[in-house]
């Protein structure tokens, strides 16, 4: 108890404007959700803890210097923007739920499913946890992501592409299967740290290769047969000559 009173519960009196603005927009987001969902246990509760806000607007108003005719006129202008908001939130959120309902693909969920529970994967980590082939995952991508509704995030360094799952996508994939919530919560420390390394083996490749063009390019330009290799940076936080199997092989360790 005390989450939603902690979270939207506010004193007309002494809130400035901004906050008055901000946890009116939570409290009616939060409502939607439970109304979508048929989440009347929680929706009861919501209304418990934050009914004090009722009686904080009508003091404000009845302390109000405010002609009576004047304040009746201003709880209809209120009623009116309230009932308009909620209903335009409810229909985006509707819309929204069902252009991705919509997709047609049998790896949707999975993909999102996976992308909740894992953070942000490189192309083929996540096209061999679906099974698919690499360019197989391109098709799919595009076609979930051929809506307004965008469900996931490329990032593209270099040649490498990673993915991650947007907002929209993560609220329907938790909503659809709950028991995920549970497991994403326990790795949320793991994400960030995650995200780092797959970047770093993504910038760390295109470095290698890089150097191996420049040293091919000198042993062509030269005529020696020169052997090329290559030793970490200074600051480099991974330790041995650079090489995919071991950089790749560390991050796993790592990731383990």
Same mark, same amino acid.
């Given at each position: 108890?005390?989450?939603?009173?902690?979270?939207?519960?506010?004193?007309?009196?002494?809130?400035?404007?901004?906050?008055?603005?901000?946890?009116?927009?939570?409290?009616?987001?939060?409502?939607?959700?439970?109304?979508?969902?048929?989440?009347?246990?929680?929706?009861?509760?919501?209304?418990?803890?934050?009914?004090?806000?009722?009686?904080?607007? +009508?003091?404000?108003?009845?302390?109000?210097?405010? *002609?009576?005719?004047?304040?009746?006129?201003?709880? +209809?202008?209120?009623?009116?923007? *309230?009932?308009?908001?909620?209903?335009?939130?409810?229909?985006?959120?509707?819309? *929204?739920?069902?252009?991705? +309902?919509?997709?047609?693909?049998?790896?949707?969920?999975?993909?999102?499913?996976?992308?909740? &529970?894992?953070?942000?994967?490189?192309?083929?980590?996540?096209?061999?946890?679906?099974?698919?082939?690499?360019?197989?995952?391109? *098709?799919?991508?595009?076609?979930?992501?051929?809506?307004?509704?965008?469900?996931?995030?490329?990032?593209?360094?270099? &040649?490498? &592409?990673?993915?991650?799952?947007?907002?929209?996508?993560?609220?329907?994939?938790?909503?659809?299967?709950?028991?995920?919530?549970?497991?994403?919560?326990?790795?949320?420390?793991?994400?960030?740290?995650?995200?780092?390394?797959?970047?770093?083996?993504?910038?760390?490749?295109?470095?290698?290769?890089?150097?191996?063009?420049?040293?091919?390019?000198?042993?062509?330009?030269?005529?020696?047969?020169?052997?090329?290799?290559?030793?970490?940076?200074?600051?480099?936080?991974?330790?041995?000559?650079?090489?995919?199997?071991?950089?790749?092989?560390?991050?796993?360790?790592?990731?383990?």
């Amino acid at each position: 108890m005390g989450t939603y009173r902690e979270k939207y519960v506010f004193n007309f009196f002494r809130a400035s404007q901004e906050e008055m603005r901000e946890k009116v927009q939570g409290l009616a987001k939060k409502l939607i959700e439970f109304i979508i969902a048929a989440n009347f246990g929680e929706m009861s509760i919501l209304f418990e803890e934050c009914k004090s806000i009722r009686y904080s607007a +009508q003091g404000y108003l009845e302390d109000s210097k405010v *002609a009576e005719n004047e304040k009746k006129t201003l709880v +209809q202008v209120g009623y009116e923007c *309230a009932l308009m908001d909620v209903a335009q939130m409810y229909l985006e959120r509707l819309s *929204a739920q069902n252009e991705v +309902q919509q997709i047609n693909t049998k790896y949707k969920d999975e993909i999102l499913s996976i992308l909740a &529970k894992r953070g942000t994967m490189l192309h083929g980590d996540l096209a061999c946890a679906i099974e698919v082939s690499a360019s197989g995952l391109n *098709a799919i991508i595009k076609r979930m992501n051929a809506t307004s509704v965008k469900l996931i995030n490329v990032e593209e360094v270099s &040649k490498y &592409k990673l993915y991650s799952i947007t907002p929209i996508a993560y609220k329907y994939i938790t909503e659809r299967k709950p028991e995920l919530t549970i497991e994403i919560e326990k790795g949320r420390s793991f994400e960030k740290e995650q995200r780092e390394l797959l970047m770093q083996y993504a910038v760390g490749i295109c470095k290698i290769m890089n150097k191996k063009k420049t040293l091919e390019d000198s042993r062509s330009i030269s005529g020696k047969n020169t052997v090329w290799e290559f030793k970490p940076e200074k600051n480099n936080r991974f330790e041995g000559p650079y090489s995919t199997i071991v950089f790749g092989d560390k991050i796993g360790k790592r990731l383990a």
